[in-house]
């Protein structure tokens, strides 16, 4: 009883959350006709709630009967909802008084307090004509902001009056009965937003109540049907499920964090023009009172929920009734922001009882204002409102020009189908130009966030923004609205506004902040989504089918065993039976049409664990999520899971203890429980000036929150340029004039404004950063401009553009100094390699600033040529930039000997010959990151040969891990950062490997194997059978159609995977130690491991030869890698400077050690081609320098060919991009990663 409780809470939700039916009781009716005479008009009823249906429809009594073990039920928990007659409240007398006061049961979980009156809006009026059935939809929104949604079918039925005395202009008719007419409203309510699904359930009941009476069995088997339909997960499996006459179709949720999308999008287009629907949502941007008007109740919710899906991923945070009955006209003097709706009746009267409302019109398509004609709001940035008019200008609005070509269809579902599927078209291509307008509006906010210390710079934003454009944002960014997004935004929140962003990144470099500077992006396609594939549900009560919608099949239906007899839904046992067949057909006819591998094979273990929820088949539904946890976390129901542990019975308990997959499950949803998240609101901080004297830490955080720069080691050279000469310590009003100045710089550089005749001598996106006062030079007078590339001179005359030198060219820069009768002038002289003159001008006091900034640049040049990092280039700018912000804000005498301080590249920073030759390019992937992080694993990942231009996805990859579990991928067709880093657990990363083109295996150090989805560039999959730090992968393709791994931890467990299915093969433990590496050679799988108690010479430790899967201890080599070529072994040590060459024979010792000099231990190894490159720990050099080496052994001569020499920290990791280049990875003091040519 205790588990059935708590299941109650628990249990999966259906379609159905509650079916309520409104009218007027036939006691309350009869009473308020007794009046009636033909004078008076027909009374308007106050509607109450007569039923109340709540799955899953089990009663105490029921429960009972069928009782078995397995049979599952929840006990519905009800606060009583009484219908009180206007009578005095007297005891009863007698039984049949006694069932005149009726008890309706209310779930708490749904407030009905104002329901009746929201199914009536209008009122319930009697007529004495009969009329048209009307829906409308309401959305239902408790205190704590959780919605519900509802579609209400109102319907009329006949009502008889008989009357011993009617009195009818003044005549009296003795025994007159007449017939009148009153509505029920029937109420489908669903956590889901499906309001056509829900109107085609509701229409499909109608066509039963037309032909016999409404009665509570009735509405209460309809309500049995629908919250047996099961809520499709996340992405493209749809379900769809037949209620005769129709098939109803539930759309999927594109995203766990988006609404399902099952309304006509396109219905605001078809009532306001652009430019209004513009002006609609910038009023709801900026939390303006709005309220919707139509005489017509069900277009209000609809056109409001399209104008919140438009904002989407911003959510609207205020108060949301989208119908108000004429009892609820007050709440539209709510003092805050809210969106509401009321009749168009009620226009005059709402609009003069408050100030500063915004009123739509929908009928009329009018926007005004309560206090004027118009409504006086800022408009939308004009770049992005042109961009969403043109765009939609171009949308095919009107069905009926579509289907012109097309014949009259004969069946009715074929059609619906058809237009369904244009709507759904029609809805992408309006969800894809309203998420661009809210991209292109707020596509700038990250560049001005601080993730560390969620900090919003605001102010910087606003500068950055169009003058005209600055109203506008001014009043959203005070909005709870942006609150919000810019808390998802700090999160790294992977929403639709976050992939459209880095699917439509520019790679035009901007000068709005430093690091808009220090990055270049590569525009990436569009997503593009795979067919949707459809799931029918049978009609439960009738039909008894169920059948897959593939692509555009509507005709193929499974039938089940024919002479079950399905009886009456309402019976709890016949219900389970239905649900167990339904499992049953489910599981036969989708899982014959998946492969192993097939995307939607986790959704079917997610409907398939919700069944067997509902069929209370704990063990079942525990281990279909068990295997949905493995192929897709994303979708895995982490609360319901947790509920069905704790509701299991001993005799379950003990059978799950005995399954090892679902003793993991079980375990992990324990541990899971057992550690307390305490739930914090991190703000989102503006940025404030600091108020106290500041210390180096203090320093670093306020100078990272400002949006500087971000760098650690570059603010700590800030810190020491400020503070020459003085306690080391900053002081409020110094960091207040240095940010100033920053600014002032920023701003010059931003309004300097180049003549046409010049830009065409300058490259793309070449930008001028700093620009001299009009100086003489020998080239003429004019002004000294910088690029990050060259510097030039700006003149009067025509062409107005000479060029100095471009820094690359630069030979020499020195000062020299003119005599001018008592005072030495002096001047800056710069040589240039493609010119006999030198250019000498005379820049008096900005002549040492210029000197050492042009000197900077210079370095900056040669060293990014010499080391093949443009990053380099992008410091030295980063460098330039604050020393000119640092003299403008001291403007003393050691203004220049302070902004030295920042200098950080010098000519002697060379790299040797062999290395500049072999060195191919340098790329960071620590970028966006305050200090540089070790790059512990490279996998490098071929593209495909055959796919269209456009879908740069399909492109080479580099897979690169760093500390923390984060991994980032670049694009290696350009080496630039194609995607987001993507975070994989929290812990280090050991592995990675790709398997069958679309996976990426990662092994971590927290016992978890992590599969990273190369479509979707999510990991939403997790292998949890090891309980050690996974070390390393070994691949068999010895088999090509069965391709296995195996996977090896750190106590000594290896297993055998089935790469296609995700199961475990085999396993076995190895009592050897330390395990720390795998590889399969001739047949055989390799082990390595470490062993701490016995030592041999030159570190030689144990190797373990596992042939045929027994286990054969041989004593050999290396502690930590070893690579195999021929029938040789090579291996190395991470304390010595020896590589080992081995036979695979005879490993009794080894054949030939060669030496690696000034090696301090090996880290990595890979072979390429005929040669063995070798990644070496970092050699210190004194005064914390290190230097890592990389060293090209000939397998075939025994010989070392180079030393290389390109990293400031030891090499982690080594990869090889098919053969033709070797890709190196650093630690942390140099974090880069090295791209080699192999020759």
Request: hydrophobic residues 40%; aromatic residues 8%.
């Amino acid at each position: 009883e205790d588990s059935q409780v708590l299941m109650a809470d628990h249990v999966p939700s259906g379609l159905l959350e509650a079916c309520v039916v409104v009218g007027a009781s036939e006691d309350k009716l009869k009473d308020s006709l007794k009046q009636v005479d033909g004078t008076t008009d027909m009374p308007v009823l106050d509607p109450e709630v007569l039923q109340v249906h709540v799955p899953p429809f089990v009663t105490k009594g029921n429960t009972g009967e069928s009782g078995g073990h397995g049979t599952f039920s929840r006990v519905q928990r009800r606060e009583s909802f009484i219908q009180k007659d206007e009578r005095p409240v007297s005891a009863p007398s007698d039984p049949v008084e006694a069932e005149s006061t009726k008890v309706v049961g209310v779930p708490k979980e749904i407030d009905l307090m104002a329901l009746s009156h929201l199914c009536f809006p209008g009122g319930l009026q009697v007529t004495d004509e009969p009329k048209e059935e009307q829906f409308h939809f309401l959305v239902l929104t408790d205190v704590f902001g959780n919605q519900t949604h509802g579609v209400v079918l109102r319907c009329y039925r006949p009502f008889q009056v008989n009357y011993f005395v009617l009195y009818y202009i003044n005549i009296q008719f003795p025994y007159f009965n007449f017939l009148l007419y009153t509505a029920h409203a029937i109420c489908v309510i669903s956590k889901h937003p499906y309001y056509n699904a829900l109107k085609d359930c509701l229409s499909c009941f109608l066509v039963q109540l037309r032909t016999c009476r409404l009665s509570e069995e009735m509405v209460k088997e309809f309500a049995a049907k629908l919250s047996l339909v099961p809520i499709p997960p996340p992405g493209q499996l749809h379900v769809m499920f037949n209620l005769r006459p129709l098939m109803v179709f539930l759309p999927a949720r594109e995203d766990k964090d988006l609404p399902a999308v099952d309304l006509d999008l396109h219905l605001p287009f078809l009532c306001f023009t652009s430019e209004q629907i513009l002006q609609i949502i910038t009023g709801i941007l900026m939390e303006q009172k709005v309220v919707f008007f139509s005489a017509d109740w069900s277009r209000l919710t609809l056109v409001a929920e399209c104008f919140l899906l438009y904002i989407q991923p911003l959510r609207w945070q205020h108060p949301y009734a989208p119908i108000l009955s004429h009892q609820m006209l007050d709440f539209t003097m709510a003092p805050t922001a809210f969106i509401m709706g009321c009749h168009l009746n009620q226009f005059q009267e709402v609009a003069a009882e408050t100030v500063d409302l915004m009123l739509i019109n929908i009928d009329d398509g009018t926007v005004s204002s309560s206090c004027h004609e118009t409504v006086d709001i800022p408009d939308i940035p004009f770049a992005s409102a042109e961009c969403f008019i043109k765009r939609s200008q171009k949308l095919q609005l009107q069905y009926d020009l579509e289907v012109c070509r097309q014949g009259a269809g004969a069946d009715i579902n074929e059609m619906r189908m058809l237009r369904r599927q244009w709507q759904q078209n029609l809805n992408r291509d309006i969800q894809k130009i309203t998420l661009e307008l809210i991209v292109n509006t707020f596509r700038d906010v990250s560049s001005h966030l601080n993730y560390e210390h969620r900090v919003f710079n605001s102010e910087g934003f606003l500068n950055n923004r169009e003058l005209a454009d600055q109203p506008f944002y001014k009043k959203v960014l005070e909005t709870h609205i942006f609150h919000s997004f810019l808390k998802d935004r700090l999160n790294r929140k992977m929403d639709v506004f976050t992939r459209m962003v880095v699917n439509t990144l520019s790679g035009t470099q901007k000068r709005h902040t430093m690091q808009e500077m220090a990055k270049k992006y590569s525009t990436g396609p569009d997503h593009h989504l795979t067919k949707s594939l459809g799931m029918r549900f049978s009609n439960l009560g009738e039909e008894r089918h169920l059948s897959l919608l593939r692509k555009s099949s509507l005709n193929k239906i499974l039938n089940p065993k024919s002479g079950e007899n399905w009886g009456k839904i309402l019976e709890v046992f016949v219900q389970m039976i239905i649900i167990s067949a339904t499992v049953h057909t489910f599981d036969q006819s989708f899982m014959s049409s998946l492969t192993s591998n097939h995307p939607f094979l986790s959704r079917h273990f997610y409907l398939r664990g919700f069944m067997n929820t509902l069929c209370s088949k704990r063990l079942d539904a525990l281990s279909d999520f068990q295997s949905l946890y493995k192929t897709d976390i994303e979708i895995f129901p982490s609360g319901l899971v947790k509920t069905l542990v704790d509701s299991l019975e001993k005799d379950e308990r003990s059978q799950a203890d005995g399954r090892p997959e679902l003793k993991r499950l079980i375990s992990k949803v324990m541990k899971d429980n057992e550690i307390v998240l305490v739930q914090t609101d991190d703000p989102v901080k503006n940025f404030k000036l600091p108020k106290s004297h500041m210390q180096p830490d203090d320093f670093v955080k306020h100078i990272q929150e400002s949006g500087v720069v971000k760098d650690v080691a570059t603010i700590y050279r800030l810190f020491e340029a400020l503070t020459l000469g003085q306690l080391k310590q900053v002081d409020p009003e110094l960091f207040g004039m240095f940010y100033t100045s920053w600014k002032e710089t920023g701003a010059k550089a931003e309004d300097i404004d180049l003549p046409a005749e010049v830009m065409q001598f300058l490259d793309a996106n070449e930008c001028v950063y700093k620009l001299s006062s009009c100086v003489k030079t020998n080239q003429g007078v004019g002004k000294i401009a910088m690029t990050q590339k060259r510097i030039f001179l700006l003149t009067d005359a025509r062409p107005g553009f000479v060029e100095i030198s471009k820094f690359r060219d630069i030979e020499e820069v020195n000062i020299s100094f003119a005599p001018l009768l008592l005072l030495r002038i002096p001047s800056l002289k710069i040589k240039s390699s493609l010119k006999k003159e030198v250019f000498e001008a005379s820049l008096k006091s900005e002549c040492d600033l210029w000197n050492l900034l042009i000197k900077e640049m210079w370095a900056g040049r040669k060293m990014a040529d010499e080391h093949k990092d443009p990053q380099y280039m992008q410091q030295a700018l980063t460098n330039v930039l604050l020393m000119d912000a640092v003299v403008g804000c001291l403007r003393t005498q050691k203004a220049i000997a302070a902004a030295s301080k920042l200098a950080y590249f010098d000519m002697s920073m060379m790299v040797p010959k062999t290395t500049s030759e072999m060195l191919k390019h340098k790329i960071n992937p620590s970028l966006d990151l305050p200090t540089p992080q070790t790059v512990h694993v490279l996998l490098y990942t071929p593209g495909q040969l055959y796919y269209s231009e456009a879908d740069a996805t399909r492109n080479p990859k580099l897979w690169c891990a760093l500390s923390g579990g984060r991994v980032v991928v670049f694009d290696a067709t350009s080496w630039s950062m194609s995607q987001n880093s993507i975070q994989v657990g929290y812990c280090q990363l050991n592995c990675m490997l790709r398997l069958d083109k679309d996976q990426v295996w990662i092994a971590s150090q927290d016992s978890i194997i992590y599969i990273i989805d190369t479509r979707s560039m999510s990991c939403n999959k997790q292998l949890t059978e090891h309980r050690h730090e996974v070390l390393d992968f070994a691949l068999d393709e010895s088999d090509k159609m069965s391709i296995q791994m195996y996977s090896c931890s750190s106590d000594g467990t290896v297993i055998l995977w089935d790469v296609s299915t995700l199961k475990v093969k085999k396993q076995f433990n190895l009592t050897c130690g330390r395990l720390v590496s795998i590889q399969l050679f001739n047949g055989s799988l390799w082990c390595c491991k470490l062993t701490t108690v016995r030592s041999y010479h030159n570190g030689v430790q144990m190797l373990i030869s596992i042939t045929e899967m027994s286990s054969a201890f041989v004593r050999s080599i290396s502690n930590k890698l070893f690579k195999s070529c021929q029938d040789q072994l090579w291996t190395s040590c991470s304390d010595s400077d020896e590589l080992c060459l081995w036979h695979s024979e005879d490993l009794t010792k080894p054949v030939l050690r060669i030496q690696l000099q000034n090696c301090p231990g090996v880290n990595c190894m890979i072979k390429v081609k005929n040669q063995i490159w070798v990644g070496c720990r970092g050699q210190r050099l004194g005064h914390g320098r290190v230097r890592g080496k990389i060293y090209v052994v000939n397998t075939e001569e025994h010989s070392v060919e180079k030393e290389l020499m390109a990293h400031t920290d030891s090499v982690q990791a080594l990869c090889s991009a098919e053969g033709r280049y070797v890709l190196s990875g650093s630690d942390c003091q140099d974090g880069k990663i090295a791209i080699w040519k192999v020759e």
